[in-house]
């Protein structure tokens, strides 16, 4: 089992920059690629980015490619979603997931998620 805590959500305006993290617990040890969902309010969960084990991005969502970056640090289990010039259409409940492949998780069919942190941008 693998636990997903995230952090970092908050309110700012249009143009600030937000830091998410995702730490988690219980089997670290495994290879996992994780990645990053989000659901806006009325809207369905969408893919926003993944990275490989090894610390190699694997793919961003067309929307927030040039202002979003993931990466993640294995020696503190933990992955962060650097996201800068935040736009209004941002705003969303960004989850952390894990998956048991690459395909699983650019599906959206993790096997492990946290329980979300949301994040509003004002205009």
């Known amino acids: 089992q693998v636990q997903l805590q995230e952090s970092g959500g908050g309110l700012v305006q249009a143009g600030d920059s937000l830091r998410l993290s995702c730490a988690s617990s219980?089997?670290?040890?495994?290879?996992?690629?994780m990645g990053w969902f989000r659901q806006a309010p009325g809207k369905e969960r969408e893919f926003v980015a993944a990275v490989l084990y090894g610390g190699a991005s694997l793919r961003y969502a067309d929307s927030v490619k040039g202002r979003f970056t993931v990466s993640r640090d294995n020696a503190k289990s933990t992955v962060y979603l650097q996201m800068n010039i935040l736009k209004p259409e941002d705003t969303a409940v960004y989850y952390c997931?894990?998956?048991?492949?690459?395909?699983?998780?650019?599906?959206?069919?993790?096997?492990?998620w946290g329980q979300g942190t949301q994040v509003t941008v004002s205009t």
């Open positions: 219980g089997r670290t040890s495994s290879p996992y690629p």
């Open positions: 997931a894990a998956a048991g492949t690459i395909a699983a998780l650019l599906k959206g069919t993790a096997d492990y």
